[in-house]
């Protein structure tokens, strides 16, 4: 795979963040995806949010799958760790790196294809074990690489571009995760960065299994009328139950919102989630009414978009495991070799 870098020259009076790294540093090569795609803003709002919350570059890792999302950790944190693994798999291969190295910021970044399809699996098992991540689907309901055909997440009753109407009920990535007990949950739009980059702030920070679905049309298959993944269908069927922002616990943020209800989130980082409520009774910490209220707004012909549900309480993967604090490839021999007594003893332990 060929990518083409950046200049390095930048303007010298670009503001910097407290690490004195300025927006330039997070970005990566120069994407190759079609003008006005939308998984170009979904790159924009990470180096954004990465930016904005003093996250080292060094400590970050993508990984990605197979697919035209899956080619956008080219285009951000260009000094990051990054693996592009083979179709559906990344799951997999992020919860075997998180269990290597648990202190490092994982981040997913997958397609509809690539997490509805060979790796739904793969997608339930990471979700359903807490894995400590963001997870981000790049949602457009075509399989872009091989010109448009429907994916499991395209509506039943949509349209593609030569005007064939789908005939399949849609996999909502967003109701299953729900169901699998994600910690962290919510949906936005490629073209709403006021709500997409404080959703991937939040979810940057939460500790356990933090899922973002991503409506993000494919400009050259599936943005045309009769499509519900275009721009104007989004637009005009966006059900926000929030507008939201994240408070970073060593800075005194005073945000200017309209007048309403406010909800505070204080997550393990000791930031905090400011959630405004806009849907009438919307309550983000209760699992099976954000179920209830997303089976409602989909009957009404409505996609809920905003931070659907948060458990600030939840734990991870290495949690429920009971695994070493220091990280596995930082254990010398005495550890990791422990000799034969151990050994035997854990086995009579097993009879």
């Known amino acids: 795979m060929t990518f083409l870098a950046k200049p390095k020259l930048h303007h010298p009076g670009l503001p910097t963040n407290a690490l004195g790294f300025n927006r330039r540093d997070y970005e990566g090569a120069i994407s190759t995806l079609c003008a006005g795609c939308?998984?170009?803003s979904i790159s924009a709002g990470i180096i954004q949010a990465c930016f904005e919350l003093d996250l080292p570059p060094h400590r970050i890792a993508k990984l990605s799958g197979i697919g035209c999302s899956s080619k956008t950790p080219a285009y951000f944190l260009g000094s990051s760790?990054?693996?592009?693994?083979?179709?559906?798999?990344?799951?997999?291969?992020?919860?075997g790196a998180n269990l290597a190295n648990r202190d490092l910021i994982y981040l997913g970044v997958s397609g509809d294809g690539d997490s509805a399809?060979?790796?739904?699996?793969?997608?339930?098992?990471?979700?359903?074990?807490?894995?400590?991540?963001?997870y981000?689907?790049?949602?457009?309901?075509?399989?872009?690489?091989?010109?448009?055909?429907?994916?499991?997440?395209?509506?039943?009753?949509?349209?593609?571009?030569?005007?064939?109407?789908?005939?399949?009920?849609?996999?909502?990535l967003v109701s299953v995760a729900l169901q699998l007990g994600a910690s962290f949950v919510a949906r936005s739009f490629s073209g709403d960065k006021h709500?997409?980059?404080?959703?991937?702030?939040?979810?940057?920070?939460?500790?356990?299994?933090?899922?973002?679905?991503?409506?993000?049309?494919?400009?050259?298959?599936?943005?045309?009328?009769?499509?519900?993944?275009?721009?104007?269908?989004?637009?005009?069927?966006?059900?926000?139950?929030?507008s939201l922002d994240l408070i970073l616990e060593r800075d005194e943020i005073v945000a200017d919102y309209q007048p309403g209800t406010v909800e505070l989130v204080t997550q393990h980082d000791g930031s905090v989630l400011k959630l405004r409520k806009l849907a009438e009774h919307y309550d983000p910490s209760d699992r099976l009414s954000a179920m209830t209220y997303l089976q409602q707004r989909q009957a009404a012909g409505e996609i809920v978009t905003g931070v659907l549900y948060v458990d600030p309480e939840a734990g991870d993967l290495?949690?429920?495991?009971?695994?070493?604090?220091?990280?596995?490839?930082?254990?010398?021999?005495a550890a990791l070799v422990p000799g034969a007594a151990a050994l035997a003893a854990i086995n009579a332990s097993l009879r």
């Open 136 to 172: 981000v689907v790049e949602n457009n309901g075509v399989y872009g690489l091989t010109k448009g055909q429907f994916s499991a997440t395209s509506d039943k009753g949509s349209k593609s571009k030569k005007g064939v109407a789908n005939t399949d009920q849609a996999i909502d």
């Open 117 to 134: 399809s060979i790796g739904f699996g793969q997608f339930a098992h990471s979700i359903r074990r807490s894995v400590n991540m963001t």
């Open 318 to 333: 290495h949690e429920h495991l009971d695994t070493t604090a220091t990280p596995l490839n930082q254990l010398g021999d």
């Open 38 to 40: 939308g998984h170009d």
């Open 81 to 95: 760790h990054g693996f592009n693994s083979v179709h559906g798999r990344m799951p997999s291969v992020l919860t």
């Open 195 to 242: 709500q997409l980059i404080p959703i991937l702030k939040a979810a940057l920070t939460h500790q356990g299994s933090a899922f973002i679905d991503v409506i993000s049309p494919c400009v050259a298959f599936n943005n045309h009328p009769g499509s519900t993944k275009s721009f104007d269908y989004v637009r005009a069927h966006n059900e926000a139950v929030n």
